[in-house]
């Protein structure tokens, strides 16, 4: 604890020498301000604390900022403690895959946004969510405000089993659209009602990544679901795509030949045939088999 104390009080002589003898020390208020809110990381806030502690004149107005800081990191180090880590190891993770199942709430989400929108986790690569129940109201609490900068190396993202509907699904695809997670490979939202809707707010979003695997296993989707994500692919949509998952849904014949016909298109060129492409669906084995058919047809591996 001392050689903890001893670090703090360093770093906080550092920026006081910082501000008094650099070009800091000629900013006005409000400059000071700008600098005080791009410091301002809930889960290492003795920077900014520091700052405003050694600028003249600039604590009293930057009291408020400083007291949303303090909540913002009390929040942190609880929602850190819930997922059995903390806030120097969160900075640093290229994984959260111990989140899974820790009963975490929309309140919780909303926490995790916000660390994603003012630090970024720009080593994370890997998170699970699974397994959380937080719905509709935990999917937008976490996706307000997200956008470029935030977890932009996140290459895989599990939401499985969380009650997530059309609303959130919707969320999830507006945050794609400002940029968040541009280098996704991995979205698997399985056992979530997202529904017909949901996946056609995704569509497009989706058809702009880079996916490798798509896994809507049990995600309520029919015959409209398939055609908004399948229908009149470009020549980028769905190029990587190698894996997916539509089992236990309601999809029938119609929704397969829109599967079909995408495949004749040219479409899913790198997509491969697997027991959970459509198992357990109202379409016919013959549909079916002439799915694993077209993809055996241009020599796609069975997965």
């Not at 990191?73 to 850190?80: F, P």
């Not at 919707?170 to 940029?179: C, N, P, T």
């Not at 539509?246 to 014949?253: F, V």
Request: hydrophobic residues 45%; proline residues 4%; charged residues 20%.
């Amino acid at each position: 604890m001392a050689a903890r104390a001893t670090r703090s009080t360093n770093r906080k002589a550092r920026v006081a020498d910082a501000v008094a003898t650099g070009p800091l020390g000629a900013l006005s208020h409000d400059e000071l301000g700008v600098v005080f809110d791009g410091l301002a990381d809930p889960l290492q806030p003795v920077v900014s604390v520091a700052l405003s502690s050694t600028c003249l004149g600039l604590r009293t107005p930057l009291q408020a900022a400083l007291e949303v800081l303090k909540e913002r990191h009390e929040r942190s180090v609880a929602l850190c403690r819930k997922m059995w880590t903390s806030c120097r190891a969160l900075r640093d993770a290229e994984s959260l895959l111990h989140v899974y199942n820790k009963g975490l709430t929309a309140d919780d989400m909303a926490t995790l946004g916000m660390i994603l929108c003012t630090n970024g986790l720009p080593r994370l690569k890997m998170i699970d969510l699974g397994v959380n129940g937080f719905g509709d109201a935990g999917m937008l609490a976490l996706c307000e405000g997200l956008g470029q900068g935030a977890a932009p190396s996140l290459y895989q993202l599990r939401i499985g089993f969380n009650e997530v509907g059309p609303a959130g699904a919707e969320a999830l695809a507006a945050a794609l659209r400002r940029g968040a997670w541009p280098r996704l490979e991995t979205l698997e939202l399985y056992h979530n009602p997202v529904g017909n809707q949901g996946v056609t707010a995704l569509a497009t979003s989706l058809r702009n990544l880079r996916l490798k695997e798509l896994n809507l296993v049990n995600c309520k989707i029919g015959d409209e679901g398939v055609t908004s994500l399948l229908a009149d692919l470009g020549k980028d949509d769905f190029k990587k795509l190698e894996k997916l998952y539509l089992a236990k849904n309601n999809i029938t014949d119609a929704g397969v030949a829109k599967l079909l016909a995408a495949l004749d298109a040219g479409g899913l060129p790198q997509l491969v045939h697997h027991y959970y492409l459509l198992h357990d669906n109202p379409a016919s084995a013959v549909a079916v088999e002439a799915v694993k058919h077209a993809l055996a047809k241009r020599g796609a591996p069975v997965g």
